[in-house]
């Protein structure tokens, strides 16, 4: 949260939904279905449990979906650590046990190749299921992307989240440097001369644990063009040139303007460091930024500036990294349009915008909420603008976008931390890794 910092204003009290104002939510309520017809019908509903306030507050809100409805929620919450597995056993075992669970971006490929997806575009484009003010083009168009599968969509965002550069305005002052690090020369020129005053130039994560480093290292080397994994024949593109060159900057910025111990860094070790005013720069999710400005647990509130590197010359898109977690509809529903009904309820305009004044909801999915002035109030405005633009320019198939990602990731990983610690170039550590991915694919059956 950022209640409490000076630099930021609040909103209190209750969002009265009906008389919002900019267009941004329609006056004629409900967009369901009028007559009810799904009244009396139960849908089981599999969401994250509470502890995270973007669901906390989704499944706190049920009731008003069932008033407004007839239909009968039966929610079965899951803790964080255990949804994945969870919804993956139950998708598997195609029994129908629920009509909505929660998929994240990076498991679409795997669970609609399996079969255990039902697509959403007969509900998207029937208004007789959506009627054209639910607003459909108002989902940022890289968000819906990254829940689409062989040009079919299969689930409606409820998160969506990017990366972004955070920096101390304080150190930076100290230092003499003059405005943000918005060039990639910059990035390297400020870590050097941060580190000469005695502070860390750059953290991120580094740890080959859980694949952690993979995510650390793609949002440097997406800036330098490596913007896919694979070309459209599916051969990696890991010995690219720009793979290669933004590679060698990871590991060099890191390694010559991190702390000590860096190749073990995970993202708590970051956002402490960052939190403690050790850290001059950070490159992470931007989510990170209610921690940040949180004056209970950070020492720099309103001291961290935002902003994205620009990217080499000629690079214009998939720059950023993008997961989702989604609602989505199991093959195996019992009553799949009840379940649109409670997606669609979820994720229109006027529920998200309720969830973000909350001072708790940043990574809401709707263009008309992210701009919207109530959001730049409600959240540091410099960190909105940012992370908009990020959004737009973002990617989900960091990570390659396979079945086989987890495999090839693991490949990676091993990799970049030999990088990282000098055992090899990037040049020589990315040509390995380019092989042993394409004998993976191979295996596969991707090549004839």
């Not at 929620?73 to 629920?98: C, E, F, H, N, W």
């Not at 973000?356 to 960190?383: C, D």
């Amino acid at each position: 949260m950022f209640k409490g910092s000076k630099i930021f204003k609040w909103c209190r009290g209750v969002v009265i939904v009906g008389i919002l104002v900019g267009g941004l939510v329609s006056a004629q309520l409900p967009l369901y279905a009028k007559e009810m017809p799904y009244a009396g019908q139960k849908i089981t509903v599999m969401l994250p449990s509470r502890k995270a306030p973007w669901w906390g507050l989704l499944a706190d809100a049920v009731p008003e979906f069932e008033k407004k409805t007839g239909i009968k929620v039966s929610l079965d919450l899951i803790p964080d650590v255990m949804i994945r597995d969870k919804t993956s056993v139950a998708l598997a075992a195609r029994a129908g046990q629920y009509d909505v669970v929660p998929v994240f971006s990076f498991d679409l490929a795997k669970f609609v190749k399996a079969g255990w997806l039902r697509p959403l575009d007969p509900y998207i484009n029937d208004p007789k299921f959506t009627p054209a003010e639910w607003g459909f083009g108002d989902f940022i168009p890289a968000l819906i992307r990254s829940q689409s599968y062989e040009n079919r969509i299969y689930g409606i965002p409820h998160t969506g989240g990017t990366n972004l550069l955070y920096y101390n305005k304080e150190i930076f002052e100290k230092a003499g440097i003059k405005g943000p690090p918005n060039t990639l020369r910059k990035v390297e020129e400020y870590a050097k001369k941060v580190t000469a005053l005695g502070y860390v130039g750059m953290v991120g994560r580094t740890t080959r644990k859980g694949r952690a480093n993979v995510y650390g290292w793609v949002m440097w080397a997406k800036l330098f063009g490596f913007t896919r994994w694979y070309d459209e024949n599916m051969m990696p593109l890991l010995d690219s040139p720009a793979c290669i060159e933004g590679t060698d900057f990871w590991a060099r910025v890191l390694r010559n303007y991190g702390p000590k111990g860096i190749a073990n860094y995970m993202w708590p070790e970051c956002l402490k460091d960052m939190q403690q005013g050790r850290v001059a720069m950070w490159m992470d999710g931007a989510d990170f930024c209610a921690s940040l400005e949180d004056p209970k647990q950070s020492e720099v509130v309103g001291k961290i500036g935002y902003t994205l590197p620009e990217p080499k010359e000629g690079v214009t898109d998939n720059y950023t990294t993008l997961y989702t977690q989604a609602l989505n509809i199991p093959n195996d529903a019992k009553h799949p349009e009840a379940a649109w009904e409670f997606i669609k309820w979820a994720e229109s305009k006027e529920a998200q915008y309720k969830r973000a004044t909350s001072g708790k909801v940043l990574n809401v999915t709707r263009e008309s909420v992210l701009s919207s002035p109530m959001f730049r109030e409600t959240y540091p405005s410099e960190w909105a603008k940012i992370n908009l633009v990020a959004l737009k320019v973002s990617e989900s198939k960091y990570r390659g976008g396979l079945p086989e990602d987890t495999e090839t990731n693991e490949v990676v990983a091993r990799i970049l931390s030999e990088i990282l610690v000098g055992e090899k170039t990037a040049e020589e550590g990315m040509k390995e890794a380019n092989r042993e991915v394409y004998d993976i694919l191979k295996k596969a059956g991707y090549y004839k």
